[in-house]
C-alpha cells in the first residue's frame, strides 16, 4: 500500500511560480513511478507529467512542457512538480498517482493509477 499527500497549491497570479509536492509513504517507493495530473472544473483529468521510479525518464503533456518540470527525492519519498509561467487554463486540482508500471504508461490517462493522493487546488488568476 502507498499514501500519497499533495501540498503547495494555492493562489498565485499569471506568471508566477509554484512548486507542489507529493510525499509518499508505504511501500518502497522507488519501486513506483509517479505522475501528477490536474481536473478543472467541468472536465476530465488529465495526465500533466510522470516520473520513473529511478527519476531518470521524464515525460509530459505538450500543454505543460517547457514550463513544469516533474522530479523526485527517492530519499524524501517525494515526488515534486515545479511550474513556471503559470497561466489561467492551469488552474485544477493536481493530483499526484503512484504505479508500479512503467511512467509512459501515465501518459495514456488516469485510468487504472492504484493509488491517488486527495488533491491540492492551483488557481491561477489576477
Known amino acids: 500500500q502507498v499514501q500519497l499527500v499533495e501540498s503547495g497549491g494555492g493562489l498565485v497570479q499569471p506568471g508566477s511560480s509554484l512548486r507542489l509536492s507529493c510525499a509518499a509513504s508505504?511501500?518502497?517507493?522507488?519501486?513506483?513511478?509517479v505522475g501528477w495530473f490536474r481536473q478543472a472544473p467541468g472536465k476530465e483529468r488529465e495526465f500533466v507529467a510522470s516520473?520513473?521510479?529511478?527519476?531518470?525518464?521524464?515525460y509530459y503533456a505538450d500543454s505543460v512542457k517547457g514550463r513544469f518540470t516533474i522530479s523526485r527525492d527517492n530519499a524524501k519519498n517525494t515526488v515534486y512538480l515545479q511550474m513556471n509561467n503559470l497561466e489561467p487554463e492551469d488552474t485544477a486540482v493536481y493530483y499526484c498517482a503512484a504505479d508500479s508500471r512503467p511512467a509512459r504508461t501515465m501518459t495514456g490517462g488516469s485510468g487504472g493509477m492504484p493509488y491517488w493522493g486527495k488533491g491540492t487546488l492551483v488557481t491561477v488568476s489576477s
Open positions: 516520473v520513473s521510479g529511478s527519476g531518470a525518464f521524464e
Open positions: 508505504g511501500r518502497t517507493f522507488s519501486g513506483y513511478a
